[in-house]
């Protein structure tokens, strides 16, 4: 049974554990899912659960918290602009945990832990929002490019042959 046990040790030690512990979690934040064990899964969960929670909250002393635990500065700033407004409404459950079978080594158990919320999906969206937008806008200046083109392709051409014509005059 596992009352009151309050972690799972890993098979590591305390600093070995805080370390793994710490790089899965930066990395979930970094790519928004990651393949690991689900031991591994359960612990890394636990951690990024609380500090999503945490950065909700955009303080100075919320981003020392976090910072302890996350030594990159850019996915710290990702936590807080990024991935912490999209769960402002969720009172929990920031991250899934997708079963995909067993490790072929020695059949432990994997699977993906990922953010519920993913900042690619929303701002692929809106990149084709931005994609049609800016298909609109290309063609619309290439129209406009043209009938330019065409307006100016017949005034230099006239310009210039009275200008050819007026040189070898003077000369």
Known sequence: MKHRKGFNALSRTASQRKALKRNMV???FRYERIET???????ARRMAEKMITRAKVD???NRRQVSQDLFDEGVVA???TQIAPLNIDRAGGYTRILKIGNRQGDAAEMV??????????????EK???????????KKAAAEKRASAEEASEKPAKKSSSKKEAAPAEA
């Open 26 to 28: 930066t990395s979930l």
């Open 78 to 80: 990702k936590l807080f």
């Open 59 to 61: 303080s100075v002393h």
């Open 112 to 125: 993906i832990l990922e953010l519920v919320e993913k900042t690619e999906a929303k701002s692929e969206k």
């Open 37 to 43: 064990t689900k031991a591994k899964a359960l612990e």
């Open 128 to 138: 084709k929002k931005e994609d049609k937008k800016t298909a609109k806008a290309v």
